[in-house]
């Protein structure tokens, strides 16, 4: 199934002790469909708390027979307001909503005015500075291809392997609501790496760092000579690609 959600209420995707999840959230819906049998779902990927999808993908084994726009309509019905499911399929028993997942794609959004605007401030990262749209641009192309990101990889990341390939990191102004929308499109992505890119990228916009500063941080290999990871809320999940 493919689902959207505001994640502003949510402890994030996976389902956690004492708190409100996107995973316990939908697994509580099957859960009323099953009459009491527990169905664990798969999702892309775990977003954080506060971080938005639009086009998240999820997998669960499901006990009874039910077609699949009988599912859409059930859960779409059962669930909260801030989830929305878009599509639903039946796969074949090998498909793993993670583990098949070609790459992403991944938008996050910038208020630059010089007040944040009350009506994007759930999705998008005030940063009131004045910025500079070709040095953005610039600090960006170094990061497309393949490169080790640790240095832009979170300290509790736990993956071994931070080489990763990234074929599109990109920006324009949104002209209705004037924000700056950054998007990655990559082979997958670490622990808060989009989060600290744009931190990072900022600091270049606003000339508090010059462009070149891009691959020698890439090089080094350290988040500590990498900038900070802005906020959540800025962050959506666009799409996930499969072969």
Same mark, same amino acid.
């Given at each position: ?46 977003? *954080? ?12 084994? =499901?006990?009874?027979? !039910?077609?699949? *726009? ?12 801030? !989830? ?15 583990y098949l997942a070609k790459g992403k ?36 192309? =170094? ?14 990341? *736990? ?11 990109s920006v324009m102004i949104d002209e209705r609501t004037e924000e ?10 670490? =622990? ?20 070149? *500063? ?30």
């Amino acid at each position: 199934m493919k689902l959207a959600y505001d994640g502003t209420h949510f402890s994030g995707f996976q389902v956690q002790p004492n708190k409100r999840t996107v995973q316990g959230e939908i697994e509580k819906a099957l859960n009323t469909m099953s009459k009491g049998s527990f169905v664990r779902i798969k999702g892309a990927g775990r977003t *954080d708390a506060g971080v938005h999808a639009r086009g998240q993908v999820i997998h669960f084994d =499901y006990p009874k027979a !039910i077609p699949a *726009d009988g599912m859409l309509r059930a859960l779409n019905a059962l669930s909260s307001e801030d !989830i929305v499911f878009y599509t639903s399929d039946i796969v074949d028993d090998r498909f793993h909503s993670q583990y098949l997942a070609k790459g992403k794609t991944y938008q996050y959004r910038v208020d630059n005015h010089k007040l944040e605007d009350p009506f994007t401030r759930l999705y998008a990262h005030h940063h009131p500075f004045k910025m500079d749209l070709e040095r953005t641009k610039q600090a960006l192309n =170094y990061l497309e291809g393949t490169h080790d990101f640790t240095s832009f990889a979170s300290a509790q990341s *736990d993956k071994e392997d931070k080489t990763r390939t990234i074929y599109e990191a990109s920006v324009m102004i949104d002209e209705r609501t004037e924000e700056w929308v950054f998007t990655f499109r990559g082979n997958g992505f670490l =622990y808060n790496m989009i989060r600290i890119i744009v931190g990072t990228v900022l600091q270049v916009a606003d000339g508090r760092r010059p462009v070149e *500063d891009i691959p020698k941080i890439l090089k080094a290999k350290d988040r500590t000579v990498a900038g900070p990871t802005v906020a959540p809320k800025g962050l959506c999940m666009m799409e996930v690609y499969y072969d």
